[in-house]
């Protein structure tokens, strides 16, 4: 089973100070951990993703995320916030199976809103 | 361009009305899913389709039926629509294999009031 966590139903920062979304995971076999953004009203936008290669993986838009194994975390974090970094993003993990394949299956986090003051 | 393209939109039942969401992917992808969007609980798997000819059930398959018509398309059927049933539903499709670099693509999503 696999399962995530959003340690934080909201955040809220400044523009121009970083940003920092948490996220701990749990998953039986090596999971692959995806970040995604939706702003209000729209679809599902992919940050970046993990799949088993460096462990600090780097996105779009200057965000990045490192793999903590150990801490079975997958934070998201970007230097300086801006205006349009404000919307909802999840932290989303997939699992592979015993055989190292997968039909994909993803399992969704509740969710962080990013609100970005001036 | 299209990716995964999911029709219609917007759509409000009546309950105890049945409608189908429709689901296409010009990508070649194997698998594709049904997902639901309720605030404060991110997006939920109702059903998905490993493969042409293969449907299993997600995390809430209750009050849904899908039919996976061909390798491109993957429809969502509410028999008989429920308020409870009022969401954003996503359409996704993905290549098999999870250790490949594969592309997870979702759609613009249905949004669906049953009153």
């Known amino acids: 089973a696999q399962s995530v966590t959003q340690l934080d139903s909201h955040v809220s920062v400044s523009e121009g100070t970083p940003v920092l979304l948490r996220c701990n995971y749990s998953?039986?076999?090596?999971?692959?951990l995806f970040w995604y953004v939706q702003h209000p009203n729209k679809g599902l936008q992919l940050l970046l993703k993990?799949?088993?290669?460096?462990?600090l993986v780097k996105g779009i838009n200057g965000f990045e995320a490192e793999f903590k194994k150990s801490e079975t975390s997958f934070h998201l974090t970007k230097p300086s916030a801006h205006m349009s970094d404000a919307a909802e993003y999840f932290c989303?993990?997939?699992?592979?199976?015993?055989?190292?394949?997968?039909?994909?299956?993803?399992?969704f986090g509740q969710g962080t809103i990013l609100t970005v003051h001036p | 361009n299209a990716g995964v393209t999911q029709t219609p939109k917007f759509q409000v039942l009546k309950t105890g009305q049945s409608m189908t969401l429709q689901c296409a992917q010009d990508?070649?992808?194997?698998?594709m899913y049904w997902y639901r969007q309720d605030p404060g609980m991110g997006l939920r798997l109702i059903y998905y389709?490993?493969?042409?000819?293969?449907?299993d059930k997600g995390e809430v398959p209750n009050g849904y039926n899908v039919s996976r018509l061909n390798k491109r398309e993957f429809s969502l059927r509410l028999e008989s629509a429920a308020p409870s049933q009022t969401s954003v539903y996503f359409c996704?499709?993905?290549?098999?294999?999870?250790?490949?670099?594969?592309?997870?693509?979702f759609g613009s999503g249905t949004r669906l009031t049953v009153v």
């Open positions: 989303v993990v997939s699992q592979a199976n015993a055989g190292g394949t997968s039909y994909g299956k993803l399992t």
């Open positions: 389709s490993a493969s042409e000819g293969t449907t």
């Open positions: 993990y799949t088993s290669a460096a462990t």
């Open positions: 990508m070649n992808h194997n698998s």
């Open positions: 998953s039986s076999y090596s999971p692959s």
């Open positions: 996704a499709s993905s290549t098999r294999t999870v250790r490949s670099n594969y592309g997870y693509t």
